[in-house]
């Protein structure tokens, strides 16, 4: 088959032909889903799941077309055509075919991230201009040569007597820190800033891989930087939820929090940045710590590695499937979600701060903890010093 290369569109539309866009029966509310299919390597089951689900918008990450690892099929085409829906794909990487590839991660074709949909789209794609790890360069030291860079997709949805929504699906850098997973954060901050006031409904989903903590925290392959240990202590999400997302406009033009001077320049945030995390109005309301998402190593590296941000949307009802991992190594989020007015961004608002402060609140109470307990030996130890010194 001919392929599509890195940075381009793969685009399918199986829905059921002559119907007018205008007929399709809206629900209410609407029900959206974040996914990573983990490259299709269970493509039956997730089509499935996604079939049970029924939703109106799909955000999944790692649609395989052509590889070998996978079956060799168009993903993008399967899941469009079964499902009846409309799609695109954005590629992000031309996967190599390559004696130094397993069988499992064995290439020969394209990769990258897609929205399905019931209702009409436009797509365009956001090229990163945050790349932490040279793909092109480096992939065949861990054993994945490929060609390519990240990249989102966004797009523009036309839902019936409704206004238009804005969504994104997106997958941030395994191989980095929080330093370049927070620049490709930016990118779309930036992006969904400039279109809030024409394009207000949004929905920024996709893998963030928001995971340099726990065990990642001590691989320099998952967690590079010095981040990794100043931030012990907290989770990634945790940081995020502090550091980012909950600085605002009114908060300052100038993310303070990220201010980084007199720190190591490994440490430092460049102005860009500072200018551009500001959160414009995304809540995710999944928990940053309590809702894992993706689990490894028998247990031992769990995080939120997949979010799912609405700004000017009513929650109605969220909650995951795929909890065992049989069908993917991530856990699904499904939202039902409803159009709002601009008022809930300042409900939003006061539940993300609230998060922060009983999020300190609990890292205040773990660190009295260590603390009294440190005490406690301590003074055991001199004790026990004490009496044996005593007897003597």
């Known amino acids: 088959m001919d392929l599509a290369l890195p940075g381009q569109l793969v685009l399918y539309d199986y829905r059921d032909v002559g119907t007018d866009p205008e007929a399709v029966e809206i629900p209410r509310p609407l029900r959206v889903v974040q996914w990573n299919i983990e490259r299709g390597y ?63 991660q064995q290439g020969g074709g394209i990769h990258g991230n897609a929205i399905f949909s019931k209702f009409d789209m436009e797509f365009r794609v956001i090229d990163h201009d945050h790349q932490p790890y040279n793909w092109p360069r480096d992939g065949a030291l861990l054993g994945e040569p490929r060609l390519g860079r990240r990249c989102t997709l966004v797009a523009e949805i036309a839902v019936p007597k409704r206004p238009q929504i804005l969504a994104y699906s997106a997958h941030f850098e395994c191989f980095t820190g929080i330093i370049g997973r927070a620049g490709q954060l930016c ?161 939003h608002k006061r539940r993300t701060r609230r998060a922060v402060q009983e999020l300190e609140q609990r890292r205040m109470s773990k660190l009295w903890t260590s603390c009294s307990l440190v005490a406690a030996l301590v003074l055991s130890y001199a004790a026990v010093k004490l009496a044996r010194a005593n007897m003597n």
Request: charge should be negative.
């Open 42 to 104: 269970r493509l039956e089951a997730v089509v499935a799941a996604l079939r049970d689900l029924d939703a109106d918008i799909l955000c999944i990450q790692e649609i395989d077309i052509g590889n070998r690892r996978s079956g060799g099929g168009n993903h993008g085409q399967i899941i469009a055509e079964q499902l009846k829906l409309k799609g695109g794909v954005a590629i992000e990487f031309q996967e190599l075919e390559s004696p130094c590839r397993s069988d499992a």
């Open 187 to 347: 990118d779309l901050l930036r992006d969904s800033s400039a279109n809030a006031e024409r394009l207000p409904h949004q929905l920024i989903f996709g893998d963030f891989n928001t995971f340099a903590h726990s065990l990642a925290r001590f691989s320099p392959k998952y967690a590079n930087g010095w981040y990794r240990f100043r931030t012990l202590g907290m989770t990634e999400p945790e940081w995020w939820l502090k550091n980012i997302l909950s600085w605002y406009p009114e908060d300052g033009s100038r993310n303070q929090r990220l201010d980084s001077e007199g720190l190591p320049s490994d440490l430092h945030f460049s102005d860009e940045i500072l200018r551009t995390a500001i959160n414009p109005g995304w809540w995710d309301p999944f928990d940053p710590v309590k809702d894992v998402t993706i689990s490894s190593h028998s247990g031992w590296m769990t995080a939120k590695a997949d979010w799912a941000f609405v700004r000017q949307f009513k929650v109605v009802k969220h909650w995951m499937t795929n909890r065992d991992f049989t069908t993917s190594d991530h856990r699904c989020l499904v939202l039902d979600v409803e159009h709002a007015h601009p008022d809930i961004l300042d409900e």
